[in-house]
T-cell receptor, first 111, second 114 residues
Framework: GEDVEQSLFLSVREGDSSVINCTYT??????LYWYKQEPGAGLQLLTY?????DMKQDQRLTVLLNKKDKHLSLRIADTQTGDSAIYFC???????????FGSGTRLSIRP | EADIYQTPRYLVIGTGKKITLECSQT?????MYWYQQDPGMELHLIHY???????EKGDLSSESTVSRIRTEHFPLTLESARPSHTSQYLC?????????????FGSGTRLTVV
């Protein structure tokens, strides 16, 4: 069945890079997403990548996709205190299917 | 800026009361979803709708019910609230014809049943 897994916690020092990892089981996934949830708020789409891409960069964010290993990662360069949040990895088989979310990784920033 | 609105943001209510959590979106999205989020962060899909008069139960069994009489409105009702219903409830919507086909989430309702 479909499953998306992430580690629960990550702690990084301010200014360092954060790398959040995710593995998924559905090899037919077409769309992969990273959502960010700040305290007391809903989820916000942070970035996404289509399965025919290996990498996508958007300012401080870099998404890497390894389809062979079904591994997705999100790298945040120069991590700031405002990056403290829960990050959800998610996959979707097609535009008509439901999105499957991982359990979320809580990113904390230490000075 | 979110075009999906949830009210109330916070609700504290006594056991046995009937409550309705409101969710409205102004984007004309056909698909709408309700998620329950535990303090442990994981999202559990409890209801979804693919259009007016269409509702389905999600992956997690829930005592709540939903209705979809209008495209923009997807309320969730608990007939008799219990402390086990204490949680964060998130509403989302999506449009299949617009890439990247992601979900738009509301800000959530944090429900506490005492």
């Amino acid at each position: 069945g479909e499953d998306v897994e992430q580690s629960l916690f990550l702690s990084v020092r301010e200014g360092d890079s954060s790398v959040i990892n995710c593995t998924y089981t559905d090899s037919s996934s077409t769309y992969l997403y990273w959502y960010k949830q700040e305290p007391g708020a809903g989820l916000q789409l942070l970035t996404y990548i289509f399965s025919n891409m290996d990498m996508k960069q958007d300012q401080r964010l870099t998404v890497l996709l390894n389809k062979k290993d079904k591994h997705l990662s999100l790298r945040i360069a120069d991590t700031q205190t405002g990056d403290s949040a829960i990050y959800f990895c998610a996959e979707r088989y097609s535009s008509a299917s439901k999105i499957i979310f991982g359990s979320g990784t809580r990113l904390s920033i230490r000075p | 800026e979110a075009d999906i609105y949830q009210t109330p943001r916070y609700l504290v209510i006594g056991t046995g009361k009937k409550i309705t959590l409101e969710c409205s979106q102004t984007m004309g999205h056909d698909k709408m979803y309700w998620y329950q989020q535990d303090p442990g962060m994981e999202l559990h899909l409890i209801h979804y709708s693919y259009g007016v008069n269409s509702t389905e139960k999600g992956d997690l069994s829930s005592e709540s019910t939903v209705s979809r009489i209008r495209t923009e409105h997807f309320p969730l009702t608990l007939e008799s609230a219990r402390p086990s219903h204490t949680s964060q409830y998130l509403c989302a919507s999506s449009e299949d014809s617009v890439s990247p086909y992601g979900y738009t989430f509301g800000s959530g309702t944090r429900l506490t049943v005492v």
